[in-house]
């Protein structure tokens, strides 16, 4: 099935949903409205976790091509509805959690004094605490709230003194991090250094910070990532491009990138899934599909690969990317993009 099957077979459910929601109970009557809904729910309940991601993401991105009113507002709250929401959101704290106790395991017995040639000037150690930072920074904002930005320095985060001890405090806080996530109402509002301000955010962010982080350190230690589960790494892309606008430094560069009109291409071979990105207007427009113009170039590869491109993990000459058109604006897109 085609991405832009599942996408368009998910926004008619969703607008099939509101309108039936929507519905005077002299239209449709209430109970046999009830028994549809719940029965969609009680099936849509049942897919894997990794779908009901996916299906989530669908939900809102075809809520979001509406402008703003009721049928935007509406189609919003069909995820909430059938408890997607909630099993999306503590489906992606395990899973966070998993990544992070791989990481421990793979850099709890290595030399701290590795370098990580992924990330320049940076050893296994420093990884390690900047992992675990993040962890403990996290847990700390959805703990307490927080509606306005708190920097990570201005924490009592406590690392261990030896680096080979590092590998362990970040395991703990990890544990820490996901019993708080796990407990907080997804929709709480929070502040985020991202697109979405809401205690969700955070799982989602940890999880993929550390998919990559955990890459930089196999890479470190083996010269290769291990592969990066399809569906984790295109949820890792819909969450990079989601926060490229809201990062100041990025931001700034695409806005100043010179490529307007510019179309990039994305394709990850392994899912069929495609990412347009058309540069113009003071940064980047983008649709999950291709577009209706030729794109000035393109890049392919499997998903989990694109994602540690899009990251600057791989570079682009890599044989494991499949590119066409002008590379000039791969180039400048990642230089632009590189956090």
């Given amino acids: 099935m085609s991405d832009a099957l599942l996408s368009t077979l998910a926004e ?62 509406e189609p919003l709250k069909v995820p909430e509805g ?41 050893t296994l150690a420093d990884l390690t605490r900047h992992l675990g930072t993040g962890h403990h920074w996290a847990e700390h904002l959805v703990r307490t709230r927080a509606t306005a930005r708190v920097l990570a320095r201005d924490l009592p985060l406590d690392p261990p003194r030896d680096p080979a001890a590092y590998a362990g405090w970040l395991a703990a806080g990890a544990e820490a991090a996901t019993a708080t996530l796990r407990a907080a109402d997804p929709d709480t509002p929070l502040w985020s250094p991202g697109a979405d301000p809401h205690a969700r955010y955070y799982p989602r962010h940890l999880l993929f910070e550390t998919v990559v982080h955990l890459a930089d350190a196999e890479i470190a230690l083996g010269g290769d990532a291990a592969p990066i589960a399809s569906g984790t790494a295109v949820d890792g892309i819909e969450h990079f491009l989601d926060d490229l606008p809201y990062i100041p430094c990025t931001a700034e560069s695409l ?18 899934t495609e990412w347009t990105l ?62």
Wanted: glycine share 8%; hydrophobic share 40%; charged share 25%.
């Fill in 278 to 339: 058309t540069l113009g207007g003071g940064g980047f427009a983008r649709r999950r599909g291709r577009g209706d113009t030729e794109p000035t170039t393109s890049v392919e590869a499997e998903a989990g690969e694109l994602l540690l491109l899009l990251h600057r993990r791989y570079a682009a000459d890599d044989p494991r990317f499949v590119h066409s058109g002008d590379r000039d604006l791969l180039d400048a897109w990642l230089a632009a993009t590189s956090l």
């Fill in 12 to 73: 008619a459910l969703a607008e099939l949903v509101t309108a039936v929601e929507s519905c005077d109970d002299e239209v449709l009557d209430p109970d046999t409205a009830v028994t549809w809904l719940e029965s969609t729910a009680s099936t849509l309940s049942g897919l894997p976790a990794a779908d009901r991601r996916a299906l989530d993401g669908l939900f809102r991105a075809a809520a979001l091509r509406h402008p703003e009113g009721r049928r935007r507002d």
């Fill in 82 to 122: 059938f408890a997607l929401t909630e099993s999306v959101h503590a489906a992606t704290c395990e899973a966070a959690l998993e990544q992070a106790t791989r990481f421990a395991a793979v850099v709890r017995d290595a030399d701290p004094a590795t370098p990580v040639p992924t990330c320049p000037g940076w």
């Fill in 255 to 272: 806005a100043h990138l010179g490529r307007d009109g510019d179309v990039l291409l994305l394709t990850a071979r392994d899912t069929g």
